[in-house]
């Protein structure tokens, strides 16, 4: 395979990926960052994003040579051309956050083209990696004003968690330019080794693909949570109706487990995106707004749930009751508390006058994720124990295997009230039971024997 010559600015989540996993298929990659301190410590090798198999190849990246850590975009430019092999391919990698009025703020992605404009060699190609809204493919180009350098658009399919496998192991890579067909193919050789699908297309089309995945996948998961609430109504149980559809290979076993409601960085953000997008192209796009108000609608049936499971009543009161909750990231795997749904319930239950104790396996009491948590919303432990203790009931908020092998009968000597709220369908109820706790899931009878 042929060895490119790669700058990745930004090396935040996307791009310490993109740069590790590039360099690990053979490319010569500089990543360039802003943050003098982070690129002191990644040149040490020393990482504090938690993904697993990152730090081993960025270690290796470093000890190979392929990789290098710089600060500024520019400086990237000048080390590759420094090294006679002028950059090819440079990667925006920076944050896009959503503005006023669920508009992306683009002003990273801007500062950095303003950066680099002069500096670019002929022929090279700017790809937006970042999510972004459709159209800033073109905005880039206007913005870089050359028309020697060409712009494609990459999107990144990567879950929090399995990052680095799911850069490697990719169901697809996806690249558009208006550019030129050359520029998607220059990119997309970047992956051949990886032996993919890959979809070239046109720049709108492909920061759209991005949007679309995003928010089929939202709508899919509050489709599953109505459904769950349904089962309830009528007496089913959502873990056999999921299993059943799933087997459809239409449909797909993944991502159809209900819950307190979905978030984190991603799924949020580019839901309200993509209706800016509708908005603004005078679409009105129903199902994606319906998605977001079922998910918003998630977090108070969470709050019904505890109430009733605990005072008898759905209007039964919360005040003054200690409640444990197990897991406050948004999902297992990750110490990311960006728009946890499991902080979204934490606020309505405070709200309702419940003093919460939370414990979460990847938030350690002293950590950075822990100093951005309200201390009036909620103590955070080390210990589940020691957050069940004189607790009315424990509510599971977030799916961490780890729950699963506590020592239930322990937690039961410790609670006063005796009753779980499992709102990931985590425990086997059997289990639950055994240990003298009732135990309450989502679109699953109460009397369910075991958890599949
Ligand atoms: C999501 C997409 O899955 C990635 O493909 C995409 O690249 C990424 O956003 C992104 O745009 O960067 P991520 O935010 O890491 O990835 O999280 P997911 O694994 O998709 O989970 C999202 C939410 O859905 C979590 O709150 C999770 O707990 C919830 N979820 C997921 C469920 O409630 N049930 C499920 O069956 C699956």
Redesign the pocket.
């Known amino acids: 395979m042929f060895a490119r010559t790669v700058a990745v600015v930004g090396t935040g989540y996307?791009g310490l990926t993109t740069g590790a996993c590039l360099a690990s298929l053979g490319h010569r990659v500089v990543c360039a960052d802003i943050d003098e301190d982070k690129v002191a410590a990644l040149s040490r090798g020393e990482i504090t994003i938690r993904e697993p198999g990152l730090a081993d190849l960025v270690a290796e990246g470093v000890a190979a040579g392929r990789l290098s850590f710089v600060v500024g975009a520019a400086q990237a430019l000048k080390e590759l051309e420094g090294e006679g092999k002028p950059v090819e391919v440079l990667f925006l990698c920076v944050p896009t956050p959503m503005g006023v009025g669920g508009v992306a703020d683009l002003s990273a992605v801007e500062a950095v083209v303003e950066e680099v404009r002069d500096a670019m060699p002929p022929g090279c190609v700017v790809v937006n990696k970042s999510?972004v809204p459709v159209g800033t493919a073109d905005r880039t180009a206007e913005l870089l004003a050359r028309p020697d350098v060409q712009v494609a658009s990459n999107p990144?399919?990567?879950?929090?968690?399995s990052a680095v496998h799911?850069f490697l192991h990719p169901d697809r890579i996806v690249v558009g330019s208006n550019s030129s067909q050359d520029a998607a193919e220059r990119v997309a050789a970047l992956y051949a080794r990886l032996g993919a699908p890959t979809v070239l297309t046109d720049a709108a089309s492909a920061e759209m693909i991005?949007y679309a995945?995003?928010c089929f996948?939202a709508m899919k998961?509050s489709y599953?949570n109505a459904l769950a609430e349904l089962c309830e109504r009528v007496d089913a149980d959502v873990s056999d109706v999921t299993e059943g559809m799933g087997y459809d290979r239409r449909i797909g076993q993944?991502?159809?487990?209900?819950?307190p409601?979905?978030?984190?960085?991603?799924?949020p953000k580019?839901t309200h995106a993509l209706l800016q997008v509708a908005d603004s192209a005078d679409f009105e796009f129903r199902l994606v707004r319906a998605s977001i108000d079922t998910n918003t609608r998630q977090f108070s049936r969470m709050v019904d749930k505890v109430r009733l499971a605990v005072t008898g009543s759905r209007n039964g009161s919360l005040t003054r009751v200690r409640l444990a909750l197990f897991g406050l990231t948004?999902?297992a795997g990750t110490d990311d508390l960006r728009d946890?749904?499991a902080l979204g319930v934490a606020a309505l239950l405070r709200q309702a006058g419940a003093d919460l104790v939370a414990y979460d396996p990847g938030v350690a009491v002293d950590s950075p994720a822990a100093r951005t948590l309200d201390s009036h919303l909620l103590t955070l432990v080390g210990d589940p124990y020691e957050a069940a203790a004189g607790a009315e009931a424990v509510v599971v908020l977030?799916?961490w295997p780890e729950f699963r092998a506590l020592d239930w009968a322990r937690v039961a000597e410790s609670t006063t009230g005796g009753t779980v709220v499992d709102t990931?369908n985590l425990l086997d109820p059997a289990v639950i039971r055994r240990a003298g706790l009732s135990w309450t899931g989502v679109g699953r009878p109460t009397t369910v024997a075991a958890a599949r």
């Open positions: 996307v999510t990144e399919f990567l879950r929090e968690g799911d991005k995945a995003n996948l998961l599953v993944a991502f159809l487990s209900p819950g409601g979905w978030g984190g960085s991603c799924l580019d948004f999902k946890s749904p977030t799916e990931r």
